[in-house]
């Protein structure tokens, strides 16, 4: 008989567990070296970044109901900015798919999402940070300018 695939309750369970395990070491008095490794490891463990039970992972690569039905993980590294704005300034473009594109593009944490309470505000973030990346691609440019002058 097949094993289903673990449920997050599960990984939640087993979080629990090891969080009660780490209490435990800390009231013995374990080695600190070992309880500064496995408090990180439960930090990177609760960060939700890992998929070790065959669980969806909740801030690592987007599930099929996140991603974007715009565009793809990769068309949206190699869009241009121009085409990023027209998409975010787009007000077909549904929230789910801007929240896509920040995640992506921008590496804006999920979490920080909600901070963003209306559409109008998540379309102004993102064309801040199209506007900031502009910025950065032209001080680039003039500096590799420069350099090759002085050359």
């Known amino acids: 008989m097949a094993e289903s695939l673990p449920q ?3 990984l939640k369970l087993l979080l629990r567990v090891l969080t009660a395990h780490f209490r435990a070491l800390v009231a013995a008095g374990s080695d600190r070296v070992v309880l500064k490794q496995y408090s990180a490891l439960l930090r990177s463990l609760k960060s939700g970044k890992w998929d070790f039970l065959g669980t969806a992972a909740e801030g690592g690569q987007p599930s099929k109901a996140q991603r974007s039905t715009v565009i793809t993980a990769e068309e949206l590294n190699r869009a241009s900015l121009d085409h990023i704005a027209r998409l975010v300034s787009d007000e077909a473009t549904p929230r789910k798919d801007l929240e896509f594109i920040a995640i992506q593009r921008f590496s ?3 979490g920080s ?3 963003s309470s209306n559409r109008a505000m998540l379309v102004d973030k993102l064309l801040t940070l199209i506007d900031n990346e502009r910025a950065h691609q032209t001080i680039g ?3 590799r300018g420069q350099v ?4």
């Open 108 to 110: 804006v944490p999920h």
């Open 8 to 10: 997050k309750s599960d």
């Open 113 to 115: 999402m909600r901070s």
């Open 148 to 151: 090759k002058g002085n050359s």
């Open 141 to 143: 440019a003039v500096a």
